[in-house]
């Protein structure tokens, strides 16, 4: 399948994600998220970025920057292969470190702030730090936000207090600012409004007219390479709303997904739903249902065809009846 093209150009804005290798915890150590910092601070330095919000979790990290030149494809392969390189010496170790290629979500003027809002909640969100303490969580921009002085030249984290009302860059606004984000850890209908849930998804975030004026300006073969992106982006909520159905129909909750083993029988009675009346792709599957690869989720598939209905199965069945 042909790569998705990067999408640069001056003053473009990205939301840009990866995760270590085989989802391992490349930021686990002190030394490491020491090292992670410094190839960034060096990124922005030479590269001129200007960076809105940023966190570091234990498997991946969120980015959102403006490259005042068309620079992003140079500066992330420098940042990503110096900090591996680093990585692996201190490690006495080789081999790659990151997933692959990074996600660089292009942001229209609008969706920077949002951006930047889910950013400062990921440790909310995996449950590391309570809202009203966010500022206790070194390893992302709020704490630097919060604290004035520990910002680089190149940290332009006042976007999200305009991005939540206007607020001053002040102790008064700064404190605002983590009361809004408390208030939206908690409204789901908010979050769902500013598109918390496609947030680290799609190729592009903005209106309709931004992405056409995007399109315009690709060349022929870009064009055709973002389009088939956008026609999958577009069968995602389809896949989403199909397995929020399925847990609903056997009493499942979302959060079992990940709590419970690869194989469960349940799990792969809606992998089997998803991919048979659906059509869902295997690596979506295994992604959402916690399944670990996309062939050991095949096989299992394929095994519960041949071996005798089960009951969750039947219910499912009988769901795809109905649709």
Excluded at 49 to 62: D, E, I, P, S, T
Aim: aromatic share 12%; hydrophobic share 35%.
């Amino acid at each position: 399948m042909a790569r998705k093209s990067r999408v640069e150009y001056a003053g473009a804005r990205y939301h840009v994600i990866n995760r270590g290798n085989y989802r391992s915890w490349i930021f686990e150590t002190e030394g490491a998220r020491r090292s992670f910092h410094e190839c960034l601070d060096e990124a922005c330095g030479s590269m001129g970025w200007r960076l809105f919000a940023w966190c570091l979790m234990g498997n991946h990290y969120h980015l959102c920057i403006e490259t005042p030149e068309p620079n992003l494809v140079e500066g992330m392969r420098w940042l990503q292969s110096t900090f591996a390189n680093r990585f692996n010496r201190f490690r006495h170790s080789n081999g790659h470190v990151f997933q692959g290629r990074y996600n660089a979500i292009l942001l229209d003027g609008d969706a920077l702030g949002p951006v930047c809002h889910y950013i400062h909640l990921n440790p909310v969100r995996a449950g590391l730090v309570e809202a009203g303490e966010l500022q206790q969580y070194a390893e992302s921009s709020f704490a630097r936000l919060w604290y004035p002085r520990r910002r680089r030249e190149f940290e332009h984290l006042e976007v999200g207090l305009e991005f939540a009302g206007g607020l001053a860059d002040t102790r008064v606004g700064r404190r605002k600012y983590r009361d809004y984000l408390a208030w939206l850890s908690e409204t789901d209908a908010e979050k769902k409004r500013l598109g918390f849930d496609k947030m680290s998804r799609g190729w592009v975030k903005g209106s309709t007219d931004f992405k056409k004026l995007v399109l315009d300006d690709l060349k022929d073969e870009q064009m055709q390479r973002v389009v088939e992106s956008e026609a999958s982006e577009m069968r995602e909520p389809r896949w989403e709303r199909a397995l929020e159905e399925a847990l609903a129909v056997l009493g499942r909750d979302d959060s079992e997904l990940s709590s419970s083993r690869k194989g469960e029988g349940w799990k792969v009675d809606i992998a089997r739903y998803l991919r048979e009346r659906h059509l869902t792709p295997y690596r979506w599957i295994v992604e959402h249902l916690h399944m670990g690869a996309a062939s050991y989720a095949q096989s299992l598939v394929s095994r519960g065809r041949k071996e005798k209905a089960t009951k969750e199965w039947r219910l499912l069945e009988k769901q795809g009846k109905l649709d």
